[in-house]
């Protein structure tokens, strides 16, 4: 199982990226996603998740500019991201929880990251 991140890259203040994070391999049962950001010399922190039945949360500072979103079919996970402000600079990683063979425990799995630039 691995789960593979794209869509970073550089942008303008202002402007907008959506981020995808694909879960590829066999899973039983994928439950909750959420992307977490690494700036330069700071702790990771959680951005936003979702959970199998499409209840979301979101950090306080990315409230109303980013949405976050799924599609179970594709085992997918989206990140819009609006009106994006440079302290958004960021390694951006997704997480799934996941089980991934019927009566195995559920463990945790990230993806490798994409870069998201936010300058003029």
């Known amino acids: 199982v691995q789960l593979q991140a794209s869509g970073g890259g550089l942008v303008q203040p202002g402007g907008s990226l959506r981020l995808s994070c694909a879960v590829s391999?066999?899973?039983?049962?994928?439950?909750?996603m959420g992307w977490y950001r690494q700036a330069p010399g700071k702790p990771r922190e959680l951005v936003a998740v979702i959970t199998s039945g499409g209840t979301t949360k979101y950090a306080d500072s990315v409230e109303d500019r980013f949405t976050i979103s799924r599609d179970n079919p594709k085992n997918t996970i989206y990140l819009q991201m609006n009106t994006l402000k440079p302290e958004d600079t960021a390694v951006y990683y997704c997480?799934?929880?996941?089980?991934?063979?019927?009566?195995?425990?559920?463990?945790?799995?990230w993806g490798q990251g994409t870069l998201v630039t936010v300058s003029s």
């Open positions: 997480k799934a929880r996941l089980q991934v063979r019927f009566g195995e425990v559920r463990s945790v799995y």
């Open positions: 391999g066999s899973v039983f049962s994928l439950d909750d």
